[in-house]
């Protein structure tokens, strides 16, 4: 079967060679979707055979991030390359190693698939169990596999007789229940443990920094969510709050990398 694997880009230097070496192993085509990166990103992406890379339109400002018309792009390059399945990432995830095992014996009945995804910290070895509330109330779940866990729809069957869409008002983060995928994906839908995603986000010096704070507090305000230093405090609570007994960290299984 032939899996496509759609990814959008914006100056992902740090982390795009590792993602594609992994995700070359399997995929048939993986499709960039570039938004205008000033970093190495291309040339790294150029040097794999099944990259092929498209270009999305700038935007007026740097706040209209536009995240569900990206992944509406996105999704419909993919369609180009005539997939049986379509993998939706974002360019620092990837699929553990039993994804192979899980692929080769998919269960074709299902239209879609949720994956836990594991949120690495402090090192690539490590991932958090902490959860806790913020003064501000919000509840952080940093325990993978917890109920409330995080998870994504990453994995979609595709049928090329559906017109899959998206919420194109959405700005930033869940554009729908299916976030990645698109929102109006039927059932059956399931959650699968035979797999998970790697996320190495939380690893990146820009979000440790609290850069990705200002970024996305600055997006939120000039979209009426709220005011500036109000957004600012909410990420930065999430960002670098804790547990009763502090940061509690966990080995990763070796199994969980390639």
């Known amino acids: 079967m032939r899996l496509v694997c759609g990814i959008t880009t914006k100056n992902e230097e740090w ?48 706040w209209e991030r536009n995240e569900a018309e990206g992944l509406q792009e996105c999704f419909n390059l993919t369609k180009q390359f005539n997939p049986d399945y379509i993998l939706m990432l974002d360019a620092d995830e990837v699929p553990t190693p039993d994804f192979i095992n899980f692929f080769n014996n998919i269960d074709t009945n299902i239209n879609a698939w949720s994956v ?3 949120n690495l910290y ?6 958090r169990i ?24 990453v994995l979609v069957k595709y049928n090329p007789n559906f017109n899959y869409t998206y919420n194109l008002e959405i700005q930033k983060g869940g554009t729908s229940k299916n976030h990645p995928s698109p929102q109006n994906i039927t059932e059956p839908i399931r959650a699968t443990e035979e797999f998970y995603i790697i996320h190495y986000g939380k690893l990146n010096k820009k979000y440790l920094a609290g850069e990705k704070d200002k970024f996305y507090a600055l997006m939120e ?38």
């Open 221 to 258: 305000h000039k979209n009426g969510k709220g005011n500036l230093e109000e957004r600012l405090m909410h990420h930065y609570l999430c960002r670098t709050g804790s547990g009763p007994n502090g940061e509690e960290y966990v080995k990763c299984p070796n199994e969980w990398f390639w």
């Open 122 to 127: 402090k090192d690539e070895k490590h991932y």
């Open 116 to 118: 836990r995804m594991i």
């Open 130 to 153: 902490d959860n806790f509330i913020t003064k501000t109330g919000v509840s952080i779940t940093h325990d993978p596999f917890k109920n409330s866990g995080w998870r994504k729809t």
């Open 15 to 62: 982390i795009i060679d590792k993602t594609l070496s992994i995700l070359s192993k399997f995929c048939h085509k993986i499709i960039i979707l570039d938004d205008s990166s000033t970093d190495n990103t291309l040339n790294i992406a150029n040097k794999y055979s099944k990259v092929h890379i498209f270009h999305r339109k700038p935007r007026n400002e740097i």
